[in-house]
Structures are given as structure tokens and as C-alpha cells.
């Protein structure tokens, strides 16, 4: 079993739907990120988060430590929202330990 | 400037060549990473520089050689490489220490023939 689980695998939403990836992770840590990836590699970080929530325009990123678990949420889903979210923890000896990753895609 | 600049884009490179990745931050971070990403699956930690000094090697073979130059630079030096070391290699830099948010660059697309 993965130290950090993601769900779904793959997502296909229309566009102005509400979108949600979850990750749910097993061992302790200090921090967690969600990172974009959109085709052509470079990676975005989108937000980390130790706790509670935080928003950025249409993303709003939520963590309970207690039930180790975060979810990203997309509001207004667009077109160019469509890549792939990574969920990654910092956990032990201050590694990142990637989730597989969610494929979003978003149809106009 | 939040940004991470990588050279080459891309790489196409022979068995037998030797090649140089070159990664350049200017944020002031003094930690420096090298990941290497294979089709769909997420990024691995191959190296970690802290204060320009190595502090983790993810037991990497040693035809990759990391170089850290100076605290804006991080180099991947590339020898006698195998088929299966096609990937994209990216790189990170964060504060230290390694657990604080770090910074992408777009990624060198390295093809070995």
C-alpha cells in the first residue's frame, strides 16, 4: 500500500462543473502539497497546507490531520484546468512522497 | 522571481556521449534537488543539495553525476547512459530545510538512443 493515496485515478468533468481529487495518506507528517502538471512536464506548486484550509481564486485546498486526509476542490471548471494534480506529503526525515497522481480533463 | 530555469529542454543523446543539465534559480533557496519522472508515474528524489553541499543521494548509479557550482546552480553531469535513463529529469530548490514548499523548473525531456 501507498503512503499517499489519491482518488480518482482519472477524472472528466464538463466545463463549470465542481471538481474534487482526494488524497488520503498514511503516515505522520509536517505539511502537504498539491502540485499541477500539465502536459510538457513542469510542475506547479499549488498549495501547502499544515492545516485547515486555503483558497486561490478557484482552488480551494482543505486538510484534516486527524483523519489524514486533503482534498483539493476546482469551482468553475475550465478547459485549461485539465492536468494532472499531485498530491505530496512531507513527512519523516523531510521528504516529499508523491501521491500517482489525479489525470483531470476538463471537455468545453 | 519565483522562477526555475532548466537547459536543455530536450536531449537526445547517445549511449556513449557525455551531457551536462543545467538548472539556475535566483530566490535566494539554498536547497537544490534533482528528480527524475518516467511516463505517468510521479517523481523520484535521485538528489538533495543543502548549502551546496550533497545531503541525499537516492543510491543513483553513478553515470549521473550531480554537480552544485554555486548556491544559483545545479548541474547533472551524464555518462554512459542506458535506454531506460529516458525520462524527464526536473528540478526543485526550496529554503531549507527540504520540507519547506519547493519550486519546479519545467523539466530537460532526456531520450537516450
Same mark, same amino acid.
Given at each position: 500500500?501507498?503512503?499517499v493515496e489519491?482518488s480518482?485515478?482519472n #477524472?472528466?468533468?464538463?466545463?463549470?462543473e465542481?471538481?474534487?481529487i482526494n488524497?488520503?495518506?498514511?503516515?505522520? $507528517?509536517s505539511?502537504?502539497?498539491?502540485?499541477?502538471q500539465?502536459?510538457?512536464?513542469?510542475i506547479?506548486?499549488?498549495?501547502?497546507l499544515?492545516?485547515?484550509?486555503?483558497?486561490?481564486?478557484?482552488?480551494?485546498?482543505? $486538510?484534516? $490531520?486527524?483523519?489524514?486526509?486533503?482534498?483539493?476542490? $476546482?469551482?468553475a471548471?475550465h478547459?485549461?484546468?485539465?492536468?494532472v494534480?499531485?498530491?505530496?506529503?512531507?513527512?519523516?526525515?523531510s521528504?516529499?512522497?508523491f501521491?500517482e497522481g489525479?489525470?483531470l480533463?476538463?471537455?468545453? | 522571481d519565483?522562477?526555475?530555469?532548466?537547459?536543455?529542454?530536450?536531449?537526445v543523446?547517445?549511449?556513449?556521449?557525455?551531457?551536462s #543539465?543545467?538548472?539556475?534559480q535566483?530566490?535566494?533557496h539554498?536547497?537544490?534537488?534533482w528528480?527524475?519522472?518516467?511516463?505517468?508515474?510521479?517523481?523520484e528524489?535521485?538528489?538533495v543539495?543543502?548549502y551546496e553541499?550533497l545531503?541525499i543521494?537516492?543510491?543513483?548509479?553513478?553515470r549521473?553525476?550531480?554537480?552544485c557550482?554555486?548556491?544559483?546552480l545545479l548541474? #547533472?553531469h551524464?555518462h554512459a547512459?542506458?535506454?531506460?535513463d529516458?525520462?524527464?529529469?526536473?528540478?526543485?530548490?526550496?529554503?531549507?530545510p527540504q520540507?519547506?514548499?519547493?519550486?519546479?523548473g519545467?523539466g530537460t525531456r532526456?531520450t537516450?538512443?
Open positions: 500500500k501507498n503512503e489519491q480518482p485515478q #477524472l472528466t468533468a464538463q466545463e463549470g465542481f471538481i474534487t488524497c488520503s495518506y498514511s503516515v505522520g $507528517i505539511a502537504l502539497h498539491w502540485l499541477q500539465h502536459p510538457g512536464g513542469g506547479v506548486s499549488l498549495f501547502m499544515s492545516s485547515g484550509k486555503k483558497k486561490h481564486g478557484r482552488l480551494i485546498a482543505t $486538510i484534516n $490531520i486527524q483523519e489524514k486526509h486533503s482534498s483539493l476542490h $476546482i469551482t471548471s478547459p485549461r484546468d485539465s492536468a494534480y499531485i498530491c505530496a506529503v512531507i513527512s519523516s526525515g521528504r516529499l512522497t501521491g489525479t489525470q480533463t476538463v471537455n468545453p | 519565483t522562477e526555475v530555469t532548466q537547459t536543455p529542454k530536450h536531449l543523446m547517445g549511449m556513449t556521449n557525455k551531457k #543539465l543545467k538548472c539556475e535566483h530566490m535566494g539554498r536547497a537544490m534537488y528528480y527524475k519522472q518516467k511516463a505517468k508515474k510521479p517523481p528524489l535521485m538528489f543539495y543543502s553541499k545531503s543521494n537516492e543510491s543513483v548509479p553513478s549521473f553525476s550531480p554537480e557550482p554555486n548556491s544559483s548541474n #547533472l551524464l547512459l542506458q535506454p531506460e529516458s525520462a524527464l529529469y526536473l528540478c526543485a530548490s526550496s529554503q531549507p520540507g519547506r514548499e519547493q519550486y519546479f519545467p532526456l537516450v538512443t
